[in-house]
């Protein structure tokens, strides 16, 4: 859409990249694709399969908010994508395509190069269109708002989780806050293991396959995925369900870099970590074959880590079942 009172702004990206051009060479591709009609067109058409529900969601990335100025575009590409299958994962919906609209203060070409090799790249994996979206001069934000498919009544819903069902999570959690901790100067680490953490803050994996498996079966109640550290996502599970749990902290899987790292810091960063882009869902115990069975199903691995209560209120053990007091909160942009 034109700028308010400039007309239109489609030229004024950069000289020699017009609106228009860098959304031809950087963003619609060649090939056809699934959707009834993709980018080009005022709108996009998608043709879901008949009798499934449509699941959407939209995810933003700000600059100095959700990344730093300067981060690599591939990685960029990747995430702001991954962030939002994330989503789809959590609800155990198939994806089928997403808009992108794109705020930038400029137009370079090898900023554009690989950002879009890293968000095709992703998409291609999961066989997810990008359908059209909106290109702007201005501060730098990346919004995705994406599109995916589930069967009625399977979707697995934050208010699902029942007294007596197991807690579970998918690989492992921690390794992205220990970068962020290291970037901020609060944590030391060396340069192997930096690299290490902060790939999976960069490169997150969600976990679509395994969020499929778990509602096609159906084999798990509740889900969430865990963006804001695990006791705060877990919170809005226990609010939305009114139950309460018991959670084994040490139980928690963390990851390679974390594991290697003082109990108290893995304790807290796997807790309440942040940025893991993991799996947090709910099964009846009786379904723990069928919970294994999917986890190998889509390569994900997955570990049981407490239990729903019929009490309000979130406990927190250590592994041998003594309470555990921690302050932990989760990640509020407002707070
Ligand atoms: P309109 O002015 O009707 O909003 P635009 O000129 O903004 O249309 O966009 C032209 C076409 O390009 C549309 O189909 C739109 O969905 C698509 N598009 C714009 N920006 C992007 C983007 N960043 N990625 C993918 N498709 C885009
Ligand atoms: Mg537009």
Redesign the pocket.
Known sequence: ??ASGAGRH?GTIAAMLS??D??KQ???RARPGRAAL???????LLAPTPGMQLAVSSDMLVEDRHFFAGADARMLGHKCLAVNLSDLAAMGARPLGF????ALPAAERDWLAAFSAGLFALADAHECE???????KGPFNICITIFGEIAPGHALRRGAARAGDDIWISGSLGDARLALECYWDKYPLDVAALEQAGTRMHLPTPRVELGQALAAGPIAHAAIDISDGLVGDLGHILAASRVGATLDVDALPAGPVLAAQPQEWRRRFCAAGGDDYELCFTAPPQRRAAVEQAARASATPVTRVGRIDAEPGLRLVDGNGAALTMALAGFDHFA
């Open positions: 859409m034109p489609g609106e228009f860098l959304i950087y963003f619609q993709g980018i080009g067109d005022d709108c996009a808009t992108l609209a794109l990008l359908v059209g979206g909106d290109t702007t």
